[in-house]
């Protein structure tokens, strides 16, 4: 991989299994177990994401099996009562949908899950038509990029960008960057620094403005690079 995976559609999982607004119950129960997830987009009959429906939506209806709701549940848990009755994927889905666009960068997806307190997110294209399902964990597939391949980035990027014919060096291990050797222009540091930040992968990043050592296969001077 040659450049960071900034957007959403560089990790979501695709194809990915939905559900239509009419699907009953236990065909939502089986798909969930067939496919080990824990929630499903909802279409419409355009491809559509209009809700989803998670196993939080499906518990109520054991949880007030056999049972006679208290006045107090019944004034404070309406919504909850009513999914107990309902028996199709429209009428037990949380909507609207929280998605987002498969060109959105990564931390905006990171953002939309922490802010709605969801895991995972439909992924649509400008239509609204469902292209995937991002997650947690597929967020956190762009801190598996190679070394070398951030320290490449890193070095064409950012460091022969602005510190062009200088000895600058770049090295990257378990994703942290450290550059080595004291810039011509010390005021570029904090800005050097929040670029390497924002690399797809960088774990922190560091200046040894003494000069280090290199690591072969992780750095190169600038002399050295491509």
């Known amino acids: 991989?040659?450049?960071?995976?900034?957007f959403v559609t560089d990790v979501m999982s695709s194809p990915v299994v939905a559900v239509d607004e009419g699907a009953p119950f236990k065909e939502i129960?089986?798909?969930m177990a067939r496919w080990k997830v824990s929630a499903?987009?909802?279409?419409?009959?355009?491809?559509?994401?209009?809700?989803?429906?998670?196993?939080?939506?499906?518990?109520?209806?054991?949880?007030?099996?056999?049972?006679?709701?208290?006045?107090?549940?019944?004034?404070?848990?309406?919504t909850d009562l009513a999914k107990a009755a309902s028996t199709t994927a429209g009428q037990?889905?949380?909507?609207?949908?929280?998605?987002?666009?498969?060109?959105a960068p990564l931390a905006q997806a990171a953002r939309s899950m922490?802010?709605?307190?969801?895991?995972?997110?439909?992924?649509?294209?400008?239509?609204g038509r469902l292209k995937g399902v991002?997650?947690?964990?597929?967020?956190?597939?762009v801190f598996l990029r190679p070394d070398n391949d951030?320290?490449?980035?890193?070095?064409?990027?950012?460091?022969?960008?602005?510190?062009?014919?200088?000895?600058?060096?770049?090295?990257?291990?378990?994703?942290?960057?450290?550059?080595?050797g004291p810039p011509a222009d010390t005021r570029l540091v904090p800005l050097a620094e929040s670029l390497v930040?924002?690399?797809?992968?960088?774990?922190?990043?560091?200046?040894?403005?003494?000069g280090g050592k290199e690591t072969a296969g992780e750095s190169a001077s600038l002399t050295d690079a491509p």
């Open 29 to 31: 129960v089986e798909t």
């Open 150 to 180: 951030l320290a490449v980035e890193v070095r064409r990027d950012i460091v022969q960008r602005l510190f062009p014919g200088e000895e600058v060096q770049v090295r990257v291990h378990g994703g942290v960057v450290t550059l080595d």
């Open 40 to 78: 499903l987009p909802v279409l419409d009959g355009e491809d559509h994401v209009v809700g989803v429906v998670s196993a939080a939506d499906l518990l109520p209806k054991e949880e007030f099996r056999g049972s006679v709701p208290t006045r107090l549940e019944q004034m404070h848990r309406l």
């Open 134 to 141: 991002v997650s947690r964990s597929d967020l956190l597939k």
């Open 92 to 103: 037990l889905m949380t909507r609207p949908a929280i998605t987002v666009p498969g060109e």
């Open 197 to 210: 930040r924002a690399v797809a992968g960088v774990v922190d990043v560091a200046w040894d403005l003494s």
């Open 114 to 127: 922490a802010v709605n307190r969801v895991k995972r997110l439909p992924v649509v294209d400008a239509a």
């Open 1 to 6: 991989m040659n450049r960071s995976p900034y």
